[in-house]
């Protein structure tokens, strides 16, 4: 299995920067994607951003050119940078992962649980 961890979450001003990392440990396992996706309260969660093991990106609209998605396949890590931040961006971030334990071929997904990200107006 993967364990995932994220950190780097907190409160930001209007315009502000945050950076969120997430570490994932396990044995075994190579990671496909990951993916960011965030939950404010009373809304359904929603993909931030992703990035595959090649480095394709994809970013929802409303964060396209102030996030940037980002690994490190050696320390299986992936990071969210978040800049130009807006109160609307508050909400529980958590990352995902999509990995496969060969010699298996079954992919499966395991979560971190989150941290919270406020940006105060």
């Known amino acids: 299995q993967v364990n995932l961890v994220e950190s780097g979450g907190g409160l930001a001003q209007t315009g502000g920067s945050l950076t969120l990392s997430c570490a994932a440990s396990?044995?075994?396992?190579?990671?496909?994607?990951f993916g960011w996706y965030r939950q404010a309260p009373g809304k359904q969660r929603e993909q931030v951003a992703q990035?595959?093991?090649?480095?394709?990106?994809t970013y929802r609209d409303s964060v396209k050119g102030r996030f940037t998605i980002s690994r490190d396949n050696a320390r299986n890590m992936v990071f969210l940078q978040m800049n130009n931040l807006r109160p609307e961006d508050t909400a529980v971030y958590s990352c995902?992962?999509?990995?496969?334990?060969?010699?298996?071929?079954?992919?499966?997904?395991?979560w971190g649980q989150g941290t919270q990200v406020t940006v105060s107006s």
């Open positions: 995902n992962a999509r990995f496969i334990i060969p010699p298996s071929t079954r992919q499966q997904s395991a």
């Open positions: 396990g044995s075994g396992f190579k990671i496909d994607t």
């Open positions: 990035i595959g093991s090649a480095g394709t990106t």
